[in-house]
């Protein structure tokens, strides 16, 4: 059987409040959407392409789920949580003693694919490209799942250079 998965990315974030908390690493994905992000989520919420959706996974990280969560409740579509579309990994050993964006940088330019002359320890588009659809499987069962995550996760169904909106949709066949 073959699965229609809705992949949206999450409403536009913010930061202010985690960074002013001194938060970092894994502590910085606690950050909420703007209200610019909510407005995103409710008008996203009345598309068409989620009539006939059984279910909405979405990531554990706020942005993703406080999306996913709206969009649960003006469609009263199910919502679950994934662990396992979080977001790319910029250090796969949770040091966070390195610059995260110099990390997702290196990704960008080896086109995500590792080697030993690299400095950080970020997860490569192909085991970030794994981890998505070894999740996905669990969901073969249903006809059409909605799944809010991160435009890097979406990627990985589509395209290592798709850039994609905030609330941005990509429909893909499993």
């Known amino acids: 059987m073959t699965t229609e998965f809705i992949l949206v990315r999450h409403g536009e974030p913010r930061y202010d409040e985690v960074i002013e908390r001194g938060y970092f690493g894994m502590g910085y994905d606690l950050g909420k959407l703007t ?88 997860e490569s588009y192909d085991d970030l490209k794994k981890r998505v659809q070894l999740a996905l499987i669990k969901y073969k069962n249903y006809k059409k799942v909605i799944v809010v995550c991160h435009g890097i996760v979406m990627s990985t169904l589509t395209r290592f250079d798709d850039v994609i909106e905030h609330c941005g949709v990509r429909e893909v066949r499993l």
Not at 40 to 64: C, H, M, W
Not at 100 to 111: I, P
């Open 35 to 122: 209200d610019k992000g909510v407005a995103q989520a409710e008008a996203r919420a009345k598309d068409p392409v989620f009539n006939g959706a059984d279910l909405i996974i979405a990531s554990p990280y706020t942005r993703a789920l406080q999306t996913a969560s709206i969009i649960s409740r003006i469609t009263q579509i199910p919502l679950t949580v994934e662990n396992d579309i979080h977001e790319w990994m910029p250090d796969t050993k949770f040091l966070f003693d390195l610059d995260s964006n110099q990390s997702f940088q290196e990704y960008l330019e080896a086109k995500g694919m590792r080697n030993l002359s690299h400095q950080y320890r970020w």
